[in-house]
């Protein structure tokens, strides 16, 4: 079969120590199988979301989110951490080619939503980091679960990485504001400012406990 032939090839190109290229063919073929990993997964989240609906009257996700990573973002991340920028490094060792952020209401909901992930068919779990137990330095505060399923192509079938983030409302405006401020282009981020981002997460952290108090009297 023809597309056989094809995805053949394709798979020897990938790992034949192809040096990675944002404008090649290959690089958007991949980026289609990524793409249809994040679709497979919105399809279960979403019908997570709607089950809690109807079943139990209530809203444990406020809204989902996807992104591919573009390009430049995949090879600035490849040379910051000293990798072989080849395709085969990049599949093995970049876990957020594929993103998803889930975004719920209430931190309480973030557990409930990370052990329902956990419980999909089909999705392996790869690796996990809990920071909302525990924060990272920069003051940002997620859920983070890496998780591996199933694309198929043909008759072959592909396993893709895709990073899913849990975060509250409070966490992804605070997450979003820092990364726009933290990514512009012209100036470099001074100690205050992220001092000032540090304590503004602190603050993200304190009304998501307060709002989750008044949720539960
Ligand atoms: P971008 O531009 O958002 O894509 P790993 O190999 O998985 O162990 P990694 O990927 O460095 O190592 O893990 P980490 O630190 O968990 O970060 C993964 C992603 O989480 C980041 O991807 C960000 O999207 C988000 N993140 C982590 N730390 C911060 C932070 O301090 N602020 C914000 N706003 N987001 C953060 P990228 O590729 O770093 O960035």
Not at 91 to 114: H, M, S, T, Y
Not at 128 to 138: F, H, L, R, V
Not at 156 to 170: G, L, R, S
Request: proline share 3%.
């Amino acid at each position: 079969m023809e597309l056989d032939k094809n995805l053949i090839k394709f798979d020897k190109d990938l790992f034949k120590d192809k040096n990675i290229k944002a404008k090649d063919e290959n690089f958007d073929k991949l980026m289609f199988i990524y793409s249809s990993g994040i679709k497979e997964l919105e399809v279960k989240i979403n019908n997570m979301k709607e089950q809690f609906k109807y079943f139990y009257n209530y809203n444990l996700i406020s809204n989902v989110t996807s992104r591919i990573k573009k390009p430049n973002s995949i090879i600035k991340k490849m040379k910051k951490k000293n990798y072989e920028l080849t395709y085969q490094e990049m599949i093995e060792k970049i876990n957020d080619v594929a993103g998803i952020r889930i975004v719920c209401p209430l931190k309480q909901d973030i557990f409930i939503v990370k052990e329902m992930v956990k419980s999909f068919p089909n999705c392996e779990i790869i690796k996990e980091k809990d920071y909302i137990t525990k924060p990272k330095k920069s003051g940002y505060s997620s859920y983070h679960l890496i998780v591996e399923v199933p694309v198929n192509i043909g008759q072959n079938i592909f396993p893709v990485k895709v990073e899913i983030q849990i975060c509250t409302m409070a966490m992804d405006f605070w997450s979003n504001l820092e990364h726009e401020v933290k990514y512009k282009p012209t100036k470099k981020l001074s100690n205050k400012v992220s001092k000032e981002l540090v304590t503004c997460a602190q603050l993200v952290n304190k009304l998501d406990d307060k709002m989750m108090k008044i949720y539960n009297t």
